[in-house]
């Protein structure tokens, strides 16, 4: 008897760029040996459902979908809850596709099906916020505006800087969070002053233009219990240390991608996906012109700790705010959690990846 394969895709990801692929998708994994059982789904929620209800009834062998960040996350949420281990398969078909690059899975679609269905699954890490998943990042503040909506255009123009300039135009009217974080933070951080890295040099030839929009900016001097183990850990635990933080922040971010918001590079060089550690970044209230323009010349030199950025390799991650705190989950609003722990699950799902060289 062949293995049950559930393709769950959403119709409508990426502008619809899976209309006209759908068949060739689904021969794609029968002619790979597979009894296929395709999901479409009409609302938020029936990926996770979909996901959740096969697993824990044993149906299939193996889970794919097809979609943008948002589909991945509630495909792992739903067997996360199902709580059995079935490998989860992803076809990018959304907008930015971050986590589609960080896996390493083929471009062309078809491909990316192919490899869905050969693809040995690997262990690898989830995140946990106040018991919502998230697969590759977690944001609040400036980060969670402007990650997912920066224009194609200034895109392209700006590079990798677009994530601040898209908010320097705006920044009096920025949101600021009074916050108290701790977080276990393990070793040291990815980026040394000064280093040199293909992200870097993409990055330089936005300096100018940045400096330029920085000067044309009119601004005020002053801009008005850890849980006993983490779920999901296999193998040994990691020894680290708690810190603190506290003060006026702009933005954060926890996250475990190579590419975030279409941008390669800003969260580290080394990222892996099995060894229970995310990536935290910080950015605090500047409170002039001056810090200003730091914060993004430190950006653009990678210079990721300073009195400006914080910046840590965590495994768990407390933040209290005074007042509301909107999150942003794999690109999608994550509701206001204005005291939230943060927790990674090491090894907790199997994706179909390539191992990071």
Known sequence: MRERLLFIYNPNAGKAKLKGKLSDIVTEFSENGYEVIVMPTAKRGDAAEFAEDYAREG???RIVCAGGDGTLNEVVTGVMRSGRRVPIGYLPAGTTNDF??????????IDAAK???LTEPMPSDVGEICGNTFVYTSAFGLFSDVSYDTPQNMKNI???VAYLLRGV???AEVQNYELSVSYLEVGGGLFEEG???EAQKDMEDAVVNAQVLIDEISQPENFSDRKEELCGREGEEISGRWQQAEGEFICGMVANSNSVGGFKGIMGKDVRFDDGI????LIRRPRNVIELTDIVNELISKKLKSDNIIYAHVQEVKIEAKGELPWSLDGEF???MPQAEIHICQRAVDYIRREID
């Open 59 to 61: 149906i299939c062998s």
């Open 100 to 109: 589609g690059y960080s896996l390493k899975i083929p471009k062309d679609i």
């Open 115 to 117: 490899f869905a269905a």
């Open 158 to 160: 700006l590079g990798r």
């Open 169 to 171: 135009k705006s920044l």
């Open 195 to 197: 280093e040199s890295s």
């Open 278 to 281: 995310f990536e935290m970044l």
């Open 334 to 336: 994550g509701g206001n």
